[in-house]
C-alpha cells in the first residue's frame, strides 16, 4: 500500500515537473519569437539619424555614390565627405565605422558596388583593422543580419568556425546585447562626424605603440582584403588604401601596411606624418574637426596631383 502511495506521488510529481518545464519552453518560446519581431523591425526600418542606419551601411545605403570611404574610427573622423564632394566634384559618401575590421569594410564596398556609378573607394586603413580582437571579438555585431544577407552569413560562419544556423534561430543568441542599437542615435553629414576641437594638445598614449609592430594579421581579415581589390578590379574601381594622420603609428606597422598592399598590387598613400600639430588631434589616432577639414584638403591636392601624373 506505501509502495503504490510512493509511486502515485512520484508519478504525479513527475507530470508536474514535465508541465513546468513544458510551460517554461513556451514561455521562452513566445519571449523569443516576440524579441524577434521587434529587432527585426527596428533593424530592417531603422529611423532617421540612428546608429542602426548610420553604421548599418552595407545595408542600408542604397544611395549611389561615385566615391566612398571606408575604414574604422579614422575614416569617420577625418574624410569630410562634403569637401570631396566639392572639391573633386564626385559624389562621395563616408561608410566608415567605428572599431570595425576589414570585413565590415568589405561589406561596405561590395554594397557601393551593387548600388551602381562606383568610381573610387579609399580604405583608411590600420593594422588594428587586420587583427584578431578586431575580426573575432566584433563578429556578433553582424549577427542582426544573420538571416538576411548571405554574404554576412557565410562570414559570420567562417569567423566563427562553425555553422551558426542553430544558434541564430534564436533571437535571444542573435540580437544579445544589441537591444542597445535600436535605442542610440548617431547623426552625420554624409557619413562623416566631426571631433569638436578642444584647443588642447593630444595626449599620445606611448603604450598603445608596443605591439602595433607585430605583423600577426587575421589570415580571414587578410582573405577578404585582397578581395577587395579584386572585386575593385574586377569593377574598374580605382582602389586606394590611405594611413591618415596619427601621432602614434611607427614606422614598423607602415612598413606591414605597405608589404601588405605590395602583396596585392594596391595603391597605397602613406600620409601618416602630413600633420604633426598635436593640436589638430583628439588623441594619438584621431583628428578633431580642424585636423580633418586640414587633412581632407591634403588628401584633395595629393589626388589632383595624382590624377594629373597618371594622364
Avoid at 53 to 80: D, M, R, W
Amino acid at each position: 500500500m506505501a509502495a503504490n502511495l510512493f509511486i502515485f506521488s512520484f508519478s504525479l510529481q513527475m507530470k508536474q515537473l514535465v508541465k513546468y518545464i513544458l510551460y517554461i519552453f513556451i514561455g521562452v518560446t513566445v519571449i523569443d519569437l516576440a524579441y524577434r519581431l521587434v529587432c527585426d523591425y527596428f533593424y530592417q526600418h531603422p529611423k532617421k539619424d540612428s546608429f542602426i542606419l548610420e553604421n548599418y551601411t552595407f545595408i542600408h545605403c542604397n544611395t549611389p555614390y561615385q566615391c566612398v570611404i571606408l575604414g574604422a574610427s579614422s575614416a569617420k573622423h577625418s574624410y569630410v565627405s562634403q569637401q570631396i564632394e566639392d572639391s573633386l566634384n564626385i559624389s562621395t559618401y563616408n561608410m566608415g565605422w567605428n572599431g570595425r575590421s576589414v570585413l565590415y569594410q568589405y561589406l561596405s564596398l561590395m554594397k557601393a558596388i551593387k548600388n551602381g556609378g562606383l568610381e573610387l573607394a579609399i580604405l583608411n586603413l590600420s593594422t588594428s583593422q587586420m587583427r584578431d580582437n578586431w575580426v573575432k571579438d566584433r563578429i556578433s555585431d553582424l549577427y542582426p543580419y544573420y538571416w538576411h544577407n548571405d554574404t554576412i552569413r557565410e562570414i559570420v560562419n567562417e569567423v566563427e568556425d562553425r555553422n551558426m544556423d542553430i544558434l541564430m534561430c534564436s533571437s535571444l543568441i542573435q540580437f544579445n546585447s544589441k537591444l542597445d542599437n535600436m535605442l542610440r542615435s548617431e547623426k552625420s553629414v554624409k557619413g562623416y562626424i566631426p571631433i569638436p576641437y578642444s584647443g588642447k594638445p593630444a595626449k599620445v598614449n606611448s603604450t598603445a605603440t608596443l605591439n602595433k609592430g607585430k605583423k600577426d594579421f587575421n589570415l580571414i581579415a587578410v582573405k577578404y582584403f585582397q578581395e577587395m581589390a579584386k572585386e575593385c578590379e574586377k569593377n574598374k574601381v580605382r582602389f586606394i588604401v590611405c594611413l591618415s594622420p596619427s601621432l602614434d603609428t611607427t614606422e614598423t606597422e607602415i612598413a606591414i601596411l605597405k608589404d601588405l598592399c605590395d602583396s596585392s598590387n594596391v595603391e597605397m598613400w602613406n600620409m601618416v606624418h602630413v600633420i604633426r600639430d598635436p593640436y589638430l588631434f583628439k588623441d594619438g589616432d584621431h583628428l578633431n574637426e580642424k585636423g580633418a577639414e586640414l587633412f581632407t584638403q591634403m588628401f584633395i591636392e595629393t589626388f589632383s596631383s595624382n590624377s594629373l601624373m597618371n594622364k
